[in-house]
């Protein structure tokens, strides 16, 4: 979860690379005296044992949710280079692009498309983005950052029944929801170009959240590219770079991961797999380093792109795709 940008430290290279660890020091150890570690949160019979369940730093709501978003069109966007990576839903015929340089900052985004509420979520420390329908019990709940982690995941709480959902898992794993699975959407992270060249009447998410915030600058600094993990995960796997990039996809009990580095040996589009008894197309796009998974009728699944060390966290029995010649 992304560390709130302040002032006090003039140098760059100071503020962007040791910032954040010295934040979360010292946020764990004021935590002791200023707030409980489990942010209020009741994690009595909770699916995870407690002790798996860590402090991410920022209180309950510390790092705010956008509740209230609003869109321009993307003939009007200035703030968004070629390249810059978001995430890109289409429900209803509607498009919608959530820039992933606001997200590292709010990690959830409570939208409403068509009266249906729908809650875009992004966890900056797993590089996983999901999207989610939250009607629950007839009500349309909204959802929140707890502060709180399992796996290095965020987890989400609903402000309506206050239980705590693991974004990965996409299941409630305490309070009065427990069990509850929620209703994944395909959600798409690739390139900004990318998306504008597919969905060229697009909404994107605007700068103007309500919040000061420096969008341009990655609260993280190399953090996507190098090997650090910031908090402890159940499982690790050395099989490959920690932050390589997978598209992690479920169906049934059963979890497989294709990563983009063989994706990208195929030198080719379109790629046929096989995988609990479904036949799959993956549509790669390796310039933009982007993946869209389908099934036999040509219906995209969900599936999620994240880095391979936090798939592997949740899913140490995963299958994982291997390019053969």
Same mark, same amino acid.
């Given at each position: 979860?992304?560390?709130?940008?302040?002032?006090?430290?003039?140098?760059?290279?100071?503020?962007?690379?040791?910032?954040?660890?010295?934040?979360?020091?010292?946020?764990?150890?004021?935590?002791?005296?200023?707030?409980?570690?489990?942010?209020?949160?009741?994690?009595?019979?909770? *699916?995870?044992?407690?002790?798996?369940?860590?402090?991410?730093?920022?209180?309950?709501?510390?790092?705010?949710?956008?509740?209230?978003?609003?869109?321009?069109?993307?003939?009007?966007?200035?703030?968004?280079?070629?390249?810059?990576?978001?995430?890109?839903?289409? %429900?209803?015929?509607?498009?919608?692009?959530?820039?992933?340089?606001?997200?590292?900052?709010?990690?959830?985004?409570?939208?409403?498309?068509?009266?249906?509420?729908?809650?875009?979520?992004?966890?900056?420390?797993?590089?996983?983005?999901?999207?989610?329908?939250?009607?629950?019990?007839?009500?349309?709940?909204?959802?929140?950052?707890?502060?709180?982690?399992?796996?290095?995941?965020?987890?989400?709480?609903?402000?309506?029944?206050?239980?705590?959902?693991?974004?990965?898992?996409?299941?409630?794993?305490?309070?009065?929801?427990?069990?509850?699975?929620?209703?994944?959407?395909?959600?798409?992270?690739?390139?900004?170009?990318?998306? *504008?060249?597919?969905?060229?009447?697009?909404?994107?998410?605007?700068?103007?959240?309500? %919040?000061?915030?420096?969008?341009?600058?990655?609260?993280?600094?190399?953090?996507?590219?190098?090997?650090?993990?910031?908090?402890?995960?159940?499982?690790?796997?050395?099989?490959?770079?920690?932050?390589?990039?997978?598209?992690?996809?479920?169906?049934?009990?059963?979890?497989?991961?294709?990563?983009?580095?063989?994706?990208?040996?195929?030198?080719?589009?379109?790629?046929?797999?096989?995988?609990?008894?479904?036949?799959?197309?993956?549509?790669?796009?390796?310039?933009?380093?982007?993946?869209?998974?389908?099934?036999?009728?040509?219906?995209?699944?969900?599936?999620?792109?994240?880095?391979?060390?936090?798939?592997?966290?949740?899913?140490?029995?995963?299958?994982?795709?291997?390019?053969?010649?």
């Amino acid at each position: 979860m992304p560390i709130p940008n302040f002032t006090l430290i003039e140098s760059r290279w100071a503020r962007w690379i040791l910032y954040p660890f010295f934040f979360i020091i010292i946020s764990y150890l004021l935590s002791e005296h200023s707030f409980s570690n489990d942010n209020g949160f009741d994690l009595t019979g909770s *699916l995870i044992p407690a002790d798996q369940i860590h402090h991410g730093g920022p209180p309950r709501d510390g790092i705010p949710s956008i509740d209230k978003p609003h869109f321009v069109k993307a003939k009007n966007v200035s703030f968004l280079k070629p390249n810059d990576r978001i995430l890109g839903l289409v %429900y209803k015929g509607i498009a919608r692009a959530y820039p992933i340089k606001i997200l590292n900052y709010h990690e959830i985004v409570n939208d409403n498309i068509q009266q249906q509420a729908i809650i875009i979520s992004y966890c900056p420390l797993c590089g996983s983005g999901m999207a989610f329908k939250t009607k629950m019990n007839h009500k349309d709940n909204t959802f929140g950052v707890s502060g709180l982690l399992y796996n290095s995941d965020m987890l989400l709480y609903d402000r309506e029944s206050e239980s705590l959902w693991s974004q990965i898992l996409s299941k409630a794993i305490s309070g009065k929801m427990k069990g509850t699975q929620l209703d994944s959407l395909v959600l798409q992270n690739t390139t900004w170009k990318n998306w *504008l060249e597919r969905n060229p009447t697009t909404d994107v998410l605007s700068t103007d959240t309500g %919040y000061r915030r420096d969008y341009s600058q990655h609260p993280y600094g190399q953090y996507d590219i190098n090997q650090a993990i910031y908090f402890p995960v159940k499982y690790s796997s050395a099989r490959f770079h920690p932050k390589e990039r997978v598209f992690g996809i479920t169906i049934g009990k059963l979890h497989k991961a294709y990563p983009m580095s063989e994706l990208s040996k195929q030198n080719k589009s379109i790629i046929t797999d096989t995988f609990s008894g479904e036949r799959l197309s993956i549509e790669f796009d390796a310039e933009n380093q982007s993946a869209v998974i389908y099934n036999s009728q040509h219906k995209a699944l969900p599936s999620t792109t994240l880095f391979w060390f936090a798939w592997y966290a949740f899913h140490p029995e995963t299958e994982i795709y291997k390019y053969k010649k």
